[in-house]
């Protein structure tokens, strides 16, 4: 078992930053890749960055190269998203989550095992 507790989300203006944090705890050194999706209301949830708990590959969200980034402190259990330029559009519930079982990509929700409980970002105009 991993449990995921994710934070760090508020409102912000347009063209500010925020720095999300996903704290994890349990087994994990079971983990292979930790990602952050989000979602609006009324729409699905979508990737927007993932990294290899061991390892330096990340994969991120076409929507988001370039202003967003994600890491991780291994010795915290901690993966951060530093997210930049922030767009109205950015707005959404944001998800970190954790793959234990490899399948398929780090880009498809479907193949994650464990999720956070999901925190608010408001980008206003």
């Known amino acids: 078992q991993v449990q995921l507790v994710d934070s760090g989300g508020g409102l912000v203006q347009a063209g500010g930053s925020l720095r999300l944090s996903c704290a994890a705890s349990?087994?994990?050194?079971?983990?292979?890749?930790m990602g952050w999706f989000r979602q609006a209301p009324g729409k699905e949830r979508d990737f927007v960055a993932a990294?290899?708990?061991?390892?330096?590959?990340?994969v991120y969200a076409d929507s988001v190269k370039g202003r967003f980034t994600i890491s991780r402190d291994n010795a915290k259990n901690t993966v951060y998203l530093q997210m930049n330029s922030l767009k109205p559009e950015d707005t959404a519930v944001y998800y970190c989550?954790?793959?234990?079982?490899?399948?398929?990509?780090?880009?498809?929700?479907?193949?994650?095992?464990?999720w956070g409980q999901g925190t608010q970002v408001f980008v206003s105009f």
């Open positions: 349990g087994r994990t050194y079971t983990m292979g890749w």
């Open positions: 990294i290899r708990w061991s390892g330096p590959s990340t």
């Open positions: 989550a954790a793959i234990t079982t490899p399948r398929g990509t780090p880009t498809g929700p479907g193949n994650y095992d464990y």
